[in-house]
């Protein structure tokens, strides 16, 4: 059975910095593609962030240059850190995951494992 549990959301001020964990159970990061999504009240789920198991990231581009996708294989643990953020960046963030998959991709159906989700409010 595999569990995807996020944390490190909450309340900051605009410029300010977080930093997500999602960490998974039954499911190992680094054999994994992985990937952050967000939504916020009464819009479509949007993609911020992937990686694929050989480490290749991509971004949406609202995030690049402020968002870094990583993983601790050690850890087990996906992280999404966000720096200079935005009220635009309000929403629930979800984490995502796909065994064995070739590619690196923004888009929702490619995930199978999700995660309930971590609230980010930008102020």
């Known amino acids: 059975h595999v569990q995807l549990v996020e944390s490190g959301g909450g309340s900051v001020q605009t410029g300010g910095s977080l930093r997500l964990s999602c960490a998974p159970s039954?499911?190992?990061?680094?054999?994994?593609?992985m990937a952050w999504f967000r939504q916020s009240p009464g819009k479509e789920p949007e993609a911020v962030a992937a990686?694929?198991?050989?480490?290749?990231?991509a971004y949406t581009d609202s995030v690049k240059d402020r968002f870094t996708i990583s993983r601790d294989g050690a850890r087990n643990t996906l992280y999404l850190q966000m720096n200079s953020l935005k009220p635009e960046d309000t929403a629930m963030y979800y984490c995502?995951?796909?065994?064995?998959?070739?590619?690196?991709?923004?888009?929702?159906?490619?995930?199978?494992?999700w995660g309930q989700g971590t609230q980010v409010t930008v102020s």
């Open positions: 990686i694929r198991r050989d480490d290749l990231t």
């Open positions: 995502a995951a796909v065994r064995a998959c070739p590619t690196l991709s923004l888009r929702s159906d490619t995930y199978y494992y």
């Open positions: 039954g499911l190992s990061v680094s054999d994994s593609s």
